[in-house]
């Protein structure tokens, strides 16, 4: 049980530094509540799927250490939820090439722009998935060793 523990720590240290940095981004980096941007039509629900992949990453806090490969597919879902909205910031010109059709207040001033808050945070939802990956085949190996 103790052979598996690295990945279990692995999993909460990487869960609670997406955790942590998805509260810093959304209210001390760049506050989006009471904005604007939370009540677009298109900006809205990506500020409303942030702050879901966020308290799914709080919660996985609490439920890997019993249930680590339920806990690893909650810690996916949320790196794809908090995804959407950093890619908005770093890349703001596909997102008007897709919505097309909508009328913009503001223009384009350039489609990628180096967003240093939005790329750490890409970075870190990569690290957190391959982390909850590991922890998946690991599981899964472990399971398939079992005798039982």
Known sequence: ????????????????LC?????????????LEGTEFG????TG???HLYD????????????VFFFPRATAVIAI???????PLYLYFTAPGPYRKIFYWCEFKSPLI????WNAPAVEGILILVLSS???????LVSKQRKSKSPV
């Open 19 to 31: 955790a942590v940095f998805a509260w810093n981004y959304e209210h001390i980096v760049a506050p």
């Open 77 to 83: 879902l949320a790196s794809l939820a908090c995804l």
């Open 110 to 113: 350039a489609n990628f722009r």
């Open 52 to 63: 879901l992949g966020a308290l799914l990453f709080f919660l996985t806090l609490f439920l």
């Open 45 to 47: 629900p990506l500020l």
């Open 1 to 16: 049980m103790h052979k598996y523990m690295g990945h279990k720590l692995a999993q909460v240290a990487t869960c609670l």
């Open 130 to 136: 391959y982390v909850a990956v590991c922890s998946l």
């Open 39 to 42: 009540g677009g039509w298109l």
